[in-house]
């Protein structure tokens, strides 16, 4: 009776072990190309349905609470339970929520979050489920989630930004610039830093961030092979960009520390007064205002260099929602062109509605240097576009950093580095 | 009559049983299992035999960290084990105000790793401290790259280590030092031996367990740094990810929703392997020794 007892314990301790890790099934569902729904969802919109945003409490409560009320009230059979979490650690909220088996019906989720839930098949295909999507959002926010392999789009785009280039015109001046001419090309960046570095005396930097697969991409290099399934980035014309950023860096025109700093150190740095140039989003001089209150008057915006970077949010609907009509209407709702414009009038995001596009609030400046960025954001957006590849993850960021910090420091060449973050990547994305 | 019940041990001990297998047992043959398949956060988990060991093993970075690991312990063993010796040394004499020293030399180990390597990270920026008054007094013409350059960041990190571990292993000498017995010094001070003499051969073998116990707690912790080298390089391992650990490895290939599980976890078995190494080694001495 006792060994019968031994043998069972063992048993299930061993299928426990195998189910646990993952062999018992499961697998990666990439390969199907319609994860999504196979016809338009229709039904009565009633019952309860969940919503889950990032970190729009306390700030955005009133707004929130004030589109989910509007909800209920035109669809009185709907029960809306709204969650909001925290900025920080949301993507394992997410990844906990999902391989729990518990997402939330409606969910705020970035491409690159979607992505791997999409792979899973978690997520509804909208773009089949609801064909009126394409008719009122703009082409840039659903082509962010539409995935190669996967057809159709898994996102309600949201809100969009970009980024825009902040100058310090006070150093630009004292340093023999003029702010009113800042560079629009890496050229003149270069050529700007070296003005900047000998009449400063090396105390004070105009470029002060290492470049990355967006600036890459500007150089008109191709990223990613058109299936997604290769990275292409160990080009001439990438190796030939990092070789302009080695010398700049050998010339003393960088700080030292660029090398391991991350995106965040530049406009700490431009923050500080120490660095006369910073690339950040639309709203960026409003939260200087708070931070540096004296810098903020002094900073002059112009269009980012290059295609400007789309950032985009969407809402996206768990496949496993049991209440697939009310979940659309409620993604539809929030993301409706009157709630996103609502939303931008409160902050400085812009709609990803087409309805927005002729909205002077967003195409007329108010006249403050504030007011300038929000335009040159706004307009930036026709052209923007996401040039990091949401396959990207967080081992190949880091990769890739660190190639490209080590063929600036001249560690290694350009091509070298290269074809060796190239080579990783892709060793990443097969496994 | 006497009622034999089986079972009972098996009861008393259950709930220190369930924790053990729980917290300890389960992870680590999980960790086994998982290093043999394609894991994912999400997904995967197919079975891919020694793909993950073979790609470990022609991982060049992989050879740079372990590489890392090796030095950091190599230069890490000798200096904890002897310098908090000679601090416990200096801190046991009963002087007026010896206590404020001892709580000094304790402070660093209260601080937390993760603010300590904060603040000399500061310190060691291209605009921090030392550099600024190197610069300022001449001694340099430049900053010197601590945090950008592959040996000065490991030396910044391992002396971070260093500094902050210095108090730790002092209170433990302290203890072992109360046990070594005051006649057998006085005896050998009477058969005419110096202090250099006494600490040769009485101190010295009176402390050697603890000593023992010292390098394996130092060679372990060594070979498992993260904080400080992640903290002073931002989380980017240096230029070319050269200064990063094993651990560092682990973590970059675990995390977030496409988190490659199947490969760290045969990583974290490999770091395993060589932790016990110098454990078996260091066993092996004493017992040689003793």
Same mark, same amino acid.
């Given at each position: 009776m006792r060994k019968y007892w031994t043998r069972l314990a063992v048993a299930a301790a061993v299928a426990t072990t195998v189910a646990g890790c993952g062999l018992a099934g499961g697998g990666d569902t990439s390969s199907q190309s319609g994860a999504g729904a196979s016809a338009a969802v229709t039904g009565e919109i009633k019952g309860k349905v969940s919503l889950q945003t990032w970190a729009l409490k306390p700030k955005f409560t009133a707004y929130m609470q004030g589109v989910i009320d509007s909800f209920q009230r035109k669809y009185p059979g709907v029960q809306v339970t709204w969650l909001d979490q925290p900025g920080d650690g949301y993507s394992d909220k997410v990844l906990s929520q999902a391989a729990g088996g518990s997402l939330p019906d409606v969910v705020n989720l970035p491409p690159d979050f979607a992505l791997p839930l999409v792979k899973q098949g978690m997520l509804l295909d909208v773009a089949t489920a609801d064909p009126a999507l394409t008719q009122d959002y703009v082409s840039g926010g659903t082509d962010a989630y539409r995935f190669p392999g996967h057809s159709g789009a898994y996102g309600y785009p949201w809100y969009l930004n970009t980024d825009v280039d902040y100058w310090n015109a006070d150093l630009l001046t004292k340093y023999g610039l003029d702010p009113g001419k800042p560079p629009a090309t890496l050229d003149e960046l270069i050529a700007q830093a070296k003005v900047f570095k000998e009449k400063s005396g090396g105390q004070v930097y105009l470029m002060s961030r290492k470049p990355g697969l967006g600036d890459l991409a500007n150089a008109g290099v191709k990223i990613m092979s058109e299936d997604g399934r290769s990275f292409t980035f160990n080009t001439p014309q990438a190796a030939a960009l990092l070789d302009r950023y080695r010398d700049a860096y050998r010339q003393g +025109? +960088?700080?030292?520390d660029v090398l391991t700093d991350k995106y965040a150190g530049n406009a700490k740095l431009f923050n500080a007064g120490t660095v006369a140039w910073t690339t950040a989003g639309g709203n960026y001089i409003t939260t200087l205002a708070t931070d540096n209150p004296t810098l903020a008057p002094k900073v002059v915006p112009s269009p980012a260099m290059g295609t400007p970077p789309l950032y985009v949010q969407g809402l996206s609907v768990a496949k496993s929602s049991k209440n697939l009509p009310a979940s659309l209407a409620l993604a539809r709702w929030v993301t409706n062109a009157e709630n996103q414009a609502a939303f931008a009038h409160l902050t400085s995001i812009f709609p990803s509605t087409k309805a927005s596009a002729n909205d002077p609030f967003f195409s007329k400046s108010d006249g403050t240097n504030a007011g300038s960025a929000k335009v040159i954001a706004f307009n930036s957006l026709a052209t923007a576009a996401i040039l990091q590849p949401v396959q990207v993850d967080g081992a190949m960021s880091d990769i890739v950093n660190q190639q490209i910090a080590l063929a600036i420091s001249g560690g290694a060449s350009s091509n070298k580095a290269l074809d060796d973050a190239v080579a990783r990547c892709n060793q990443l994305l097969k496994n | 009559m006497t009622h034999r019940r089986w079972f009972a041990p098996w009861l008393l001990i259950a709930p220190a049983l369930v924790w053990l297998l729980v917290f300890t047992v389960w992870p680590s043959v999980n960790t086994v299992i998982l290093s043999f398949t394609n894991a994912r956060p999400l997904g995967g988990g197919r079975f891919v035999g020694l793909e993950n060991f073979h790609r470990a093993l022609n991982d060049g970075q992989l050879a740079e960290a372990l590489l890392n690991s090796v030095i950091y312990m190599l230069v890490c063993l000798p200096l904890l084990t002897l310098l908090p010796l000679l601090m416990a040394l200096l801190v046991q004499k009963r002087l007026p105000g010896i206590t404020f020293f001892r709580t000094a030399f304790y402070t660093p180990v209260v601080a937390s790793a993760v603010v300590v390597a904060l603040i000399w990270g500061w310190v060691l920026d291209d605009r921090g401290l030392v550099n600024g008054l190197a610069q300022r007094f001449a001694l340099l013409s430049g900053p010197l790259p601590f945090l950008t350059d592959r040996w000065l960041l490991l030396l910044s990190a391992i002396g971070l280590t260093v500094w902050k571990g210095l108090g730790y292993y002092m209170v433990i000498y302290l203890s072992a030092l109360g046990n070594v017995g005051r006649e057998l010094h006085e005896a050998a001070a009477v058969d005419g031996a110096g202090s250099f003499r006494r600490f040769l051969h009485v101190t010295l073998p009176g402390v050697r367990n603890t000593m023992l116990l010292v390098s394996v707690l130092i060679s372990v912790s060594a070979l498992r740094v993260f904080s400080e080298l992640y903290i002073l390089s931002d989380g980017t391992g240096g230029p070319g990810g050269r200064d990063m650990s094993v651990v560092m490895l682990i973590q970059m290939y675990s995390r977030g929703f496409t988190g490659h599980l199947g490969y760290a976890s045969a990583l974290s078995l490999l770091l395993f392997v060589v932790t016990v190494g110098p454990l078996l080694l260091l066993l092996r001495l004493d017992r040689k020794a003793a």
């Open positions: +025109l +960088l700080p030292k | -």
